[in-house]
């Protein structure tokens, strides 16, 4: 089982960056494909980005492409997802994700963290 602790979420203004961290419990952390993804108040959440286990494969939605990249130390059970230009439309709960499959479906993910607000203001 995987525990996951997301924080780095805060305030900013629009164009402003913001670097997001997500630490993981236990020592398989190495083995899953870790995401995040991002729930706006009212709407659905939705894909942002995920990295393959090694870090060698990558994907992002195409609304934070060139401007998002997501990164991981398997050393320090930690992902990262570097979010720069940032606009209002990014507010939202942002959740990290573990879980076996390389995919933008919630449902393929298993261990889920509680979520880091950030808040884009115009």
């Known amino acids: 089982q995987v525990q996951l602790v997301e924080s780095g979420g805060e305030l900013v203004q629009a164009g402003g960056s913001l670097r997001l961290s997500c630490a993981a419990s236990?020592?398989?952390?190495?083995?899953?494909?870790m995401a995040w993804f991002r729930q706006a108040p009212g709407k659905e959440r939705e894909f942002v980005s995920w990295?393959?286990?090694?870090?060698?494969?990558?994907n992002y939605a195409d609304s934070v492409k060139g401007r998002f990249a997501i990164s991981r130390d398997n050393a320090k059970n930690t992902v990262y997802l570097q979010m720069n230009s940032l606009k209002p439309e990014d507010t939202a709960v942002y959740h990290c994700?573990?879980?076996?499959?390389?995919?933008?479906?919630?449902?393929?993910?298993?261990?889920w963290g509680q979520g880091t607000q950030v808040t884009v203001s115009s």
């Open positions: 994700a573990a879980g076996q499959f390389y995919s933008s479906r919630s449902t393929n993910f298993a261990y």
């Open positions: 236990g020592r398989t952390f190495s083995i899953y494909t």
């Open positions: 990295i393959s286990p090694s870090g060698a494969n990558t």
